[in-house]
Nanobody
Framework: EVQLVESGGGLVQAGGSLRLSCEAS????????IGWFRQAPGKEREGVSC????????YYADSVKGRFTISSNNAKNTVYLQMNNLKPEDTAVYFC??????????????????WGQGTQVTVSS
């Protein structure tokens, strides 16, 4: 079975940093783009960042460019999201996602084949 397991969420003050991890199993890691969505209460789930190791490219939402960095360790089937200079508006549940389809210019929930369970990130002011 396919599993995506997130970790690394928590509570941090504005300006601080967190690193999220997503460990994938049950799928061919290099055949999927692996990334992150986030969803705040009352808001739509939005794409944050994605990496395609097969293409060697990444995607970032405009709201996180320059602050977040996505990376992967293919040997460990793990993707990381380093989040720096966090802002209160980054507060959300962050979901790992696996997609057969990849685009370097957009990232939508319709692309997603598998979801993780989510991890809470809370940024205080």
């Amino acid at each position: 079975e396919v599993q995506l397991v997130e970790s690394g969420g928590g509570l941090v003050q504005a300006g601080g940093s967190l690193r999220l991890s997503c460990e994938a199993s049950g799928l061919a890691f290099v055949d999927y783009a692996i990334g992150w969505f986030r969803q705040a209460p009352g808001k739509e789930r939005e794409g944050v960042s994605c990496i395609s190791s097969g293409h060697g490219t990444t995607y970032y939402a405009d709201s996180v460019k320059g602050r977040f960095t996505i990376s992967s360790n293919n040997a460990k089937n793990t993707v990381y999201l380093q989040m720096n200079n966090l802002k209160p508006e980054d507060t959300a549940v962050y979901f790992c996602a696996a997609s057969r389809f990849y685009s370097p210019s957009s990232y939508y929930a319709a692309f997603v084949d598998y979801w993780g369970q989510g991890t809470q990130v809370t940024v205080s002011s």
